[in-house]
């Protein structure tokens, strides 16, 4: 009944994002429902059974994403980008098969660590699945939100003009510029590598004024060289501008968003956020990254659950 129970308010909390509501799209709503799989998974590792309801779970989830972007079997770069994502979920798949397998065979020690890895495989597919389901829910989000300040993260440029996936953080920027009912400023946050010519920061703010924003409405922070620092170094800048309860929202590329969002939440900055197009070439790298970043800053709460499940998969095979 527990797992039950569990199971239908992870339902509902990732069906919630396809109604385009803010209530659900949240940082905390999302590793919320990833905390849920990971209690319904020790539920079954305990009970010694298969986690039947989190696995229905993961395919409806799976095939709403499909039927959100079926647009992407319309174009080679589409399909090539799902080609790529089918690959990795069939190496993880049959990871998490031979594991599970393992685990049945009477060798122990052996056995349960095998069954712990599966169940750590498992757990693995569905936490990104979740992470899937909410950036694309911030990539397609309709921000309707009055705010008082809208930051864009910089991203690598080659010459002195913005990239295509800068370009599409900077646009969806606009368009929530000129949905406001209120004047707001800009942020533009961004550094200088060793292989940009200028700073990133100062290539999208001449894209802003290019595009028809006032300079003087814009803000930049030209010394970060990550997002860590991104939020690190915009800090000061948004403490001396804004007071404490001004609405700031952060515009990044989908894949990115939400660990922008953790990352602002450690240093202590409330952001709202949104997330901009990815180009399909290098989108599917991208995702594993982010995802694999985001689940990092959260590394107490995979270190306590990993352990919590190793003993409990060693222990639940030699009582049984």
């Known amino acids: 009944m527990i797992s039950i129970i569990l199971t239908i308010i992870a339902f509902i909390l990732i069906v919630s994002l396809y109604f385009d509501q803010p209530l659900t799209l949240n940082l905390l709503s999302f590793i919320s429902t990833v905390i849920l799989g990971f209690i319904i998974v020790t539920y079954h590792l305990i009970t010694l059974t298969l986690p039947y309801d989190l696995s229905i779970i993961m395919i409806i989830a799976s095939i709403l994403i499909i039927m959100k972007h079926r647009h992407l079997f319309n174009f080679s770069r589409g399909r090539h980008f799902l080609k790529n994502m089918c ?50 829910a911030f990539g397609s989000h309709s921000f309707h939100k009055n705010v008082d300040l809208i930051m864009v993260l910089g991203a690598g440029i080659f010459t002195e003009q913005v990239t295509p996936m800068l370009a599409e953080r900077l646009n969806r920027a606009i368009n929530v510029y000129h949905s406001q009912a209120k004047p707001v400023y800009f942020l533009v946050s961004g550094g200088q590598g060793l292989d940009e010519p200028i700073t990133e920061a100062l290539a999208m703010k001449r894209y802003l004024i290019a595009k028809g924003i006032p300079e003087d409405i814009i803000l930049m922070e030209n ?42 939440e450690k240093l202590g900055l409330k952001f709202d956020g949104i997330g901009s197009h990815t180009p399909y070439h290098f989108f599917s790298r991208a995702l594993i990254k982010d995802f694999l970043g985001v689940m990092y800053q959260y590394r107490l709460l995979l270190t306590i659950y990993f352990a919590i499940t190793f003993w409990i998969s060693i222990l639940s095979l030699i009582l049984n």
């Open 87 to 136: 690959i990795n979920a069939y190496q993880l798949a049959l990871f998490l098969i031979a594991c599970f397998y393992i685990s049945t065979v009477s060798i122990p020690v052996i056995n349960g660590l095998a069954l712990w890895l599966s169940a750590i495989a498992f757990s693995t597919f569905f936490a990104f699945i979740c992470y899937v389901s909410w950036s694309s």
């Open 223 to 264: 010394q970060s060289t990550n997002t860590y620092t991104n939020f690190l170094y915009s800090k000061p800048i948004i403490e001396t501008h804004f007071k404490r309860q001004s609405q700031l929202l952060c515009v990044t590329s989908q894949f990115h968003i939400l660990r922008s969002l953790r990352l602002a």
